[in-house]
């Protein structure tokens, strides 16, 4: 399954078939395509920020769910970051480190993921652009785009 499947699995929607998802791969910079996935996640039609990220989290790989986590950790910065969802991240990081590694996001559930996204938005409301920016940028998600048709 590719991201954009996932994608469209956890915001409930569809691009419209191939052939949109060619004309976006074609013709669509990382940066447009971020600013529509934050859109997407924004919108009231689709399920909650934090839904739709623990949804991908549990569809991704132990690479891309590390790096969601750490778009997550720098937009809030470790401290703030660490004390989200009882402080699962900050018991999972050792002194110093401000990074997840691939092994350490693997051992989060997504239901984690969904509280640790909900009040990472509640305590920045732009981490939804980051974490949008992270999946158009650094997933592949254009490569993967184009790869799902």
């Known amino acids: 399954m590719g991201l954009l499947d996932i994608l469209q699995e956890a915001i409930g ?5 191939p052939h949109v998802d060619q004309v ?3 013709h669509a910079s990382p940066d447009a395509i971020g600013a529509g996935l934050a859109a997407a996640m924004r919108s009231d039609q689709t399920p909650a920020f934090g839904d739709t ?4 989290f549990g569809q991704s790989s132990p690479m ?3 790096g969601v986590l750490n778009q997550i950790l720098a937009t809030l910065g470790p401290a703030a970051a660490s004390m989200l969802a009882g402080g699962v ?3 999972m990081l050792q002194p110093g480190q401000t990074q997840l590694t691939p092994e350490q996001a693997s051992q989060l559930s997504p239901a984690q993921v969904t509280e640790i996204a909900a009040h990472a938005e ?3 409301a ?5 974490v949008s920016r992270f999946y158009a940028q650094h997933s592949g998600l254009v490569k993967t785009l ?4």
């Open 89 to 91: 991240l900050g018991r």
């Open 53 to 56: 990220v623990g949804r991908l």
């Open 122 to 124: 509640e305590q920045h």
């Open 146 to 149: 184009g790869g799902a048709v």
């Open 126 to 130: 732009g981490v939804i652009d980051e």
């Open 24 to 26: 976006i791969t074609q």
């Open 64 to 66: 891309q769910q590390a």
């Open 13 to 17: 929607s569809d691009t419209g078939g």
